[in-house]
């Protein structure tokens, strides 16, 4: 039943990692701190030829799995790790139809595996290193592990440690994935309710009061490092990914949600704030209400560009390019994407 399914889901995943192969934005930030984490001993970025710079405004688990890689393929080898998540993707699937398996049966398992191996909203991400392939990984892992747990009595085996890690590591990828244990470990008491006869007792829930401590104990040495470093307290990562002391730019941010609708105009105007110059043209009718807006508007973007683009060049000069990143060479594109069909799979993407 699986093999047919697998190819086409790996046959896809393969064609979207060489001809919408991504290498640039976040990928390089967190390349950076791989590299920096690894030659330095400093969780931080590179600017120029100066020793790196710790931060804080991204979380550890995606970093750490990067270093993992650069120690098995070598530095910046990003298509490598692009065919690695193409196989943690798969196994995504295989997750997500042994769940609908367990629950509903036989069909349902072949119907979810199809479903899940072709969807291009999911598939698509295995051709960017970020972060979303993973935690995809990790929330359908929780998920049949946690209906593996209730079969197998609700108490302390396998099924737990699978869910405690899973849940874990989850958080230390996005910070929004504290959502996750917050809907899991009630479910868990919800469990244990059930199985006791609706009798909550302290040795019943001691698994579940395990599990959720070990989930947040891996926060703590970075939450210890944030504050031995930077003297805050930030457990998880900054809402506007800025380091302590920088400016936030609530009032561009402010401007910027009145108008934008689609992923393109993340990508082509919103991202570009303090790296690059930001130009009317990129900007879509929708954002201007009169022509009087409109020259207003440019000009306050023509005063930008001339004095507050603050990010040295050398920032971006240190970062690895996306062609030099890659080999073999997979066609890196950019948006607009080349097909109708990439160009739907980019509308979901998020600002990370």
């Not at 991204?58 to 790790?81: E, M, Q, S």
């Not at 009145?258 to 704030?273: G, R």
């Amino acid at each position: 039943m699986g093999c047919a399914p697998l190819a086409a889901g790996l046959t896809l995943r393969l064609w979207y990692v060489l001809h919408a192969g991504r290498v640039e934005g976040d990928t390089l930030i967190y390349g950076s701190i791989a590299k920096n984490w690894l030659q330095h001993g400093i969780y931080g970025f590179t600017l120029g030829q100066d020793i790196p710079k710790p931060t804080l405004i991204r979380l550890p688990g995606y970093p750490l799995f990067l270093a993992v890689c650069f120690r098995l393929f070598g530095f910046d080898r990003y298509v490598a790790i692009m065919y690695l998540q193409c196989a943690i993707d798969l196994c995504t699937c295989l997750l997500i139809s042994a769940l609908s398996g367990r629950l509903f049966g036989h069909r349902s398992a072949k119907a979810a595996l199809w479903l899940a191996v072709l969807c291009p909203f999911t598939a698509i991400y295995a051709a960017a290193p970020l972060t979303e392939t993973l935690t995809l990984f990790t929330i359908a892992l929780i998920w049949y592990s946690l209906e593996r747990w209730q079969s197998a009595g609700a108490a302390f085996n396998r099924w737990l440690l699978a869910i405690t890690v899973a849940m874990a590591y989850s958080v230390l990828l996005r910070p929004e994935q504290g959502l996750l244990p917050a809907t899991v470990v009630p479910a868990m008491i919800w469990i244990v309710w059930q199985k006791t006869g609706r009798r909550l007792s302290l040795p019943n829930l001691r698994p579940i009061a395990l599990s959720a401590i070990c989930v947040v104990l891996p926060l703590a040495p970075w939450a210890i490092r944030n504050w031995r470093t930077f003297h805050v307290i930030q457990p998880l990562a900054p809402r506007n990914a800025t380091d302590p002391g920088e400016s936030v730019p609530t009032g561009f941010q402010h401007w910027y949600r009145s108008w934008a609708i689609d992923f393109a105009s993340t990508e082509q105007f919103y991202w570009n704030y303090d790296s690059t110059e930001l130009r009317i043209d990129e900007l879509p009718t929708r954002a201007f209400d009169s022509e009087d807006q409109y020259e207003r508007t440019a000009a306050l973007l023509s005063d930008y560009n001339q004095k507050n683009n603050a990010t040295p060049p050398s920032i971006n000069a240190s970062r690895p390019s996306p062609s030099s990143a890659l080999t073999p060479t997979p066609s890196v594109t950019t948006s607009p994407f080349p097909s109708p069909v990439l160009r739907t799979c980019s509308s979901v993407r998020a600002p990370r």
